[in-house]
């Protein structure tokens, strides 16, 4: 993957030139581990930012450049790298042994029908899904799910190395039975969406970077913390 390298005062001014603009698609989540959270998508730019954190999330699935902005430090740290070596892992081999069952029709959730998936290794039920294509058709989602997948081929990974499940995500086709609308996994609910709007307002700055930010690398960010631990 190309790395394009800008002046941090450049980049802030090149984004502060756009306005941000109306007719997003915003869907509210709840994680298990993230609580809720807000992602609005416009085209292939993806926006997220968890409730009550003065920080958000911004990806370009076309630049493969992933940022975390900091409201309260005025920093912008770049992941770009991280989603990369993330992307490089052997996700495929791992799918081997995964089953895949269609259990027919699931709840209408955040106004859209779903399909009910289940995933098994040998008698070990995974995780269960609930997917939509209706959503994706009617929202144009088409390239998000694609971006994600690119970027992301490991999401949904469980941290455990010795559980059999650990990459049971990755044996679901989301561009063929559409975008997750709840998960279950250990027989918990581990992803939730609450509610989907569409022609979303974008809150402020939208998929910019505030203009006067310190850019800073993944890496130095990690390095800040161990001197500083406390902070």
């Given at each position: 993957m190309?790395?394009?390298?800008?002046?941090a005062?450049?980049?802030?001014?090149?984004?502060?030139?756009?306005q941000?603009a109306a007719?997003?698609?915003?869907?509210?989540?709840?994680?298990?581990?993230?609580?809720?959270?807000k992602t609005?998508?416009?085209?292939?730019r993806?926006?997220?930012?968890t409730?009550?954190?003065?920080?958000?999330?911004?990806?370009?699935?076309?630049?493969r450049?992933m940022?975390?902005?900091?409201?309260?430090?005025?920093?912008?740290v770049?992941?770009?790298?991280?989603?990369?070596?993330?992307?490089?892992?052997?996700?495929?081999?791992?799918?081997?042994?995964?089953?895949?069952?269609k259990?027919g029709?699931?709840?209408?959730i955040?106004?859209?029908?779903?399909?009910?998936?289940?995933?098994?290794?040998?008698?070990?039920?995974?995780?269960?899904?609930?997917?939509?294509t209706?959503?994706?058709?009617?929202l144009?989602?088409?390239?998000f799910?694609?971006?994600?997948?690119?970027?992301?081929?490991?999401?949904?990974?469980?941290?455990r190395?010795?559980?059999?499940?650990?990459?049971?995500?990755?044996?679901?086709?989301?561009?063929?039975?559409?975008?997750p609308?709840?998960i279950?996994?250990?027989?918990?609910?581990n992803?939730?969406?609450?509610?989907?709007?569409?022609?979303?307002?974008?809150?402020?700055?939208?998929?910019?970077?505030?203009n006067g930010?310190?850019?800073?690398?993944?890496?130095?960010?990690?390095?800040?913390?161990?001197?500083?631990?406390?902070?």
């Amino acid at each position: 993957m190309p790395i394009f390298v800008y002046s941090a005062t450049a980049f802030c001014l090149l984004l502060a030139l756009a306005q941000p603009a109306a007719g997003a698609v915003m869907i509210q989540s709840k994680e298990s581990e993230a609580g809720v959270q807000k992602t609005w998508i416009e085209g292939n730019r993806l926006r997220v930012e968890t409730e009550d954190v003065r920080q958000y999330m911004l990806l370009d699935f076309d630049k493969r450049t992933m940022y975390l902005v900091n409201q309260d430090r005025e920093t912008v740290v770049d992941m770009s790298g991280l989603a990369s070596a993330q992307g490089s892992g052997d996700a495929a081999k791992s799918e081997s042994g995964f089953q895949v069952v269609k259990k027919g029709a699931g709840p209408v959730i955040a106004g859209f029908a779903s399909d009910h998936y289940v995933v098994r290794i040998g008698e070990t039920t995974c995780m269960e899904a609930y997917t939509s294509t209706d959503a994706v058709t009617n929202l144009k989602l088409q390239g998000f799910i694609r971006g994600m997948i690119d970027m992301f081929p490991n999401a949904g990974t469980l941290v455990r190395d010795d559980d059999p499940c650990r990459f049971a995500e990755t044996a679901l086709q989301y561009e063929e039975i559409g975008i997750p609308l709840r998960i279950t996994k250990n027989g918990a609910e581990n992803y939730n969406v609450i509610r989907i709007e569409q022609e979303a307002s974008l809150p402020e700055h939208g998929f910019n970077i505030p203009n006067g930010y310190k850019t800073i690398d993944y890496s130095q960010m990690v390095q800040e913390a161990m001197q500083h631990p406390s902070h």
